[in-house]
């Protein structure tokens, strides 16, 4: 059996009256499916309760990219400027949701906005508009950008520290770890780094671009590119998933095992 993956939503309008959905892009079902070889479960943006009950049937969390921000009061930053969208629902429901899968080893890849959120989750804080910042440059790409592949194309090097989690996930692969390649649709990006956040990788302004969680039982690496919009060109997107895959088949083989032989039952 596939292992299930959950891939968290956000609270989106839809339609003439603009009807809240619960929703999350194509390319992360479509990633699911493919390399990362789970089933996608669509996580509603329902609260920490929800979110709970269903982590304890996943085998692997995908927080996911969004143009909503991280809402500052969960790490004590200023308001947001007027008109930054914000998603209150989704923080509510991923931020314990974030705590609650590292505590227990449950797999998981946080991408953009979703590496934000752990961040915070584990106690760091975000910079807001990173190109207002002096000596930073713009890490976002021009909303009026309409051509896919420009959009979503290679925009900045990240520079990959040797011995990194990162840098083993991606062993055996030919590439730069001084100047990796990576996309960039960020205006937020973290500033104090959580106790346990690890960076593995920074652009040349210092923004820090992945890291993992330091003490983890399990899988758990975050990105602040988006690979998902690459992975069938791009060997190290394709490898970010196959890994994360991996850590899912194997956490959901070993809880079937342990279900089908309880330790009460291996010490007798």
């Known amino acids: 059996m596939r292992p299930l993956i959950g891939i968290s939503c956000c609270i989106k309008p839809f339609g003439p009256t603009g009807m809240p959905n619960h929703a999350a892009s194509d390319h992360y079902v479509r990633v699911v499916l493919g390399p990362v070889g789970g089933m996608p479960v669509l996580l509603p943006a329902a609260g920490e309760e929800v979110s709970r009950e269903l982590l304890s049937r996943l085998d692997g969390l995908l ?16 308001c947001h400027a007027e008109g930054t969208p914000e998603d209150l629902a989704r923080d509510a429901t991923t931020l314990p949701l974030i705590r609650a899968a590292v505590a227990e080893g449950v797999p998981l890849l946080a991408i953009c906005r979703g590496f934000q959120e752990l961040n915070v989750a584990l106690g760091g804080s975000l910079d807001q508009r990173i190109q207002d910042i002096d000596g930073r440059m713009d890490h976002s790409t021009p909303s009026d950008q309409t051509l ?80 998902e919009y690459d992975w069938e060109r791009d060997q190290l997107s394709r490898r970010i998933f196959d890994r994360f895959g991996e850590a899912a088949l194997q956490f959901a083989e070993r809880r079937r095992a342990e279900s089908e032989f309880p330790m009460s039952v291996a010490a007798e």
Do not use: M
């Open 148 to 227: 896919a592949r420009v959009k979503t194309g290679k925009a900045h090097p990240v520079r990959v520290a040797p011995g990194s989690g990162l840098a083993h996930l991606w062993e055996g692969l030919s590439y730069d770890p001084a100047a990796v390649p990576v996309n960039s649709l960020h205006n937020q990006g973290v500033a104090r780094a959580a106790p346990r956040l690890r960076p593995e990788a920074w652009a040349a302004d210092g923004t820090i671009e992945a890291a993992s969680i330091e003490g983890a039982p399990g899988f758990a690496v975050g990105v602040q590119w988006h690979p």
């Open 63 to 78: 927080l996911t990219g969004s143009r909503s921000n991280v809402c500052p009061v969960y790490y004590d930053g200023p």
